[in-house]
C-alpha cells in the first residue's frame, strides 16, 4: 500500500523504532546492518533516527537483512493528502 508517485514529504514511514528494535534483538550493530545492506553506518544512523525515510528497495533490503517481514518493519504509515487530511494505516 506504499504509492510511489507519492511525495516523501507527505509520506512518513514509522519504521525507525521497529528497525532499531530488530537490529539490537538480533546483537547487530548499525556497522553489521550497514555492511549486510553496503551502505554506511551513518545511513542507518539516520533511518534509526528517522532523520531520512528509506526507499521502498531499500526498506526491503533491510527486511531480507534483518530476516523479517515487511509488515515486522513498517507497523504505522501516515498519508497525508490534501482532499481527505491525514490517513492512518495501523498494524
Known sequence: MICSNVNNEDT???IANELARIRISQRLSQEELAD??????????CFELNEKTPSF????????ALNVSLGALIVRVEYKTPEYGKLTVIK
Open 36 to 45: 549486510k545492506l553496503k551502505c554506511s553506518r551513518k545511513l542507518i544512523r
Open 12 to 14: 512518513i514511514f514509522k
Open 57 to 64: 528497495l531499500k526498506i526491503l533490503q533491510i527486511c531480507d
